[in-house]
C-alpha cells in the first residue's frame, strides 16, 4: 500500500511541509499575539494594569510623530493594494503557466512534477508574502489614525475592565 516507507522519504517530506509552512505560521502568530496578550492581561488585575501602561507607553511612542490625515491613509492603503493585486497577479500567471504545461507535456513526467512543486510552493509564498503586506507594521500603521484610534479604543476597554475589578 505505502509505496515509501524509510524514514529518509517521510523526512523529507515532512522537513519540506515545516520549511513551507515557517513562514505563514509565523505570520499568523505575530498577527493574533496582541489579541491573545489583551485576553491574559483582562484574566488578573496586575496583568491588566501592566498591560494598559504598556499600551499608553505604545501610544504615546506613535503621537511623538503627527499623524497623517485620512486621504494619506487612503492613498498609502491604496498602494498597498497595488502592491497586493500585482502579486496575486504574479500567482495567477503561474497557475496558467502550470496548466498549459500540463496539458503540452505529460502530467506523470517528472519534469512536470518538480515544475509543479515549484509552482505550489511559489504560491504559498505569494500567500505569505500578500499577508506579509497585508498585515505589516510599517510607515502607515505608526502614522494611522485609524490604527491610533484602534488602541486607544483597546486602552479605554480594558480601563472599564480595571475599573469593573
Known amino acids: ?12 517530506w ?7 509552512l515557517a513562514f505563514p ?3 499568523l502568530a505575530n498577527m493574533i499575539t496582541p489579541v491573545v496578550q489583551n ?4 484574566r488578573g488585575l496586575a496583568s491588566l ?9 505604545q501610544l504615546a511612542e506613535f503621537e511623538k510623530d503627527p499623524a497623517i490625515d485620512e486621504v494619506d491613509d487612503h492613498i498609502l492603503w491604496g498602494l498597498k493594494r497595488a502592491e497586493m493585486t500585482a502579486i496575486g497577479v504574479g ?3 503561474m497557475l496558467v503557466l502550470l496548466f498549459a504545461v500540463e496539458m503540452l507535456t505529460d502530467a506523470n513526467s517528472e519534469r512536470f512534477k518538480v515544475f509543479a512543486t515549484i509552482v505550489l510552493i511559489g504560491l504559498l509564498m505569494d500567500l505569505a508574502l500578500i499577508l506579509r503586506l497585508r498585515y505589516e507594521r510599517d510607515f502607515r500603521y505608526f502614522r494611522s489614525p485609524r490604527s491610533r ?17
Do not use: P, Q
Not at 1 to 12: A, E, Q
Not at 14 to 20: D, E, K, T
Open 49 to 57: 494594569v501592566k498591560r494598559i501602561a504598556t499600551l499608553e507607553a
Open 91 to 93: 500567482s495567477t500567471v
Open 149 to 165: 484610534k484602534a488602541m486607544r479604543t483597546a486602552i479605554e476597554e480594558l480601563k472599564k475592565i480595571r475599573d469593573s475589578w
Open 14 to 20: 515532512i522537513g519540506l511541509v515545516a520549511l513551507v
Open 1 to 12: 500500500m505505502w509505496s515509501h516507507r524509510d524514514l529518509g522519504w517521510w523526512g523529507f
Open 39 to 42: 485576553w491574559i492581561a483582562k
Open 25 to 27: 505560521l509565523s505570520l
